[in-house]
Nanobody
């Protein structure tokens, strides 16, 4: 198990940027693939992006490709989500998640995440 704490959410105008951070507890952070999910009001939770244990493989959902970037610093037990060119439809609660199983191009990216943070709210105004 790993405990996850997100930060960095807030209110931003359309076209702006935010960077979310997620700090993990414990000494096995580099054994977890990491992901960011989001849930908008009245909608199901969806995967936004994910990154492999060593950071060499990343997955992005279509709505965020080219605008969002996931990265990780295993020395700091932290995963980041840089969000650029934000749109009102990006408004949601964003959750950091960890999965023990490796992430690769053949993985189902949204499956297997069983450690979750408490979420951070992102609001994009038009």
């Amino acid at each position: 198990q790993v405990q996850l704490v997100e930060s960095g959410g807030g209110l931003v105008q359309a076209g702006g940027s935010l960077r979310l951070s997620c700090v993990a507890s414990g000494h096995t952070f580099n054994m977890y693939a990491m992901g960011w999910f989001r849930q908008a009001p009245g909608k199901d939770r969806e995967i936004v992006t994910a990154i492999s244990r060593n950071g060499l493989y990343t997955y992005y959902s279509d709505p965020v490709k080219g605008r969002f970037t996931i990265s990780r610093d295993n020395a700091k037990n932290t995963v980041y989500l840089q969000m650029n060119t934000l749109k009102p439809e990006d408004t949601a609660d964003y959750y950091c998640a960890a999965r023990w199983f490796p992430l690769s191009p053949t993985s189902v990216p949204q499956m297997g995440f069983d450690n979750w943070g408490q979420g951070t709210q992102v609001t994009v105004s038009s």
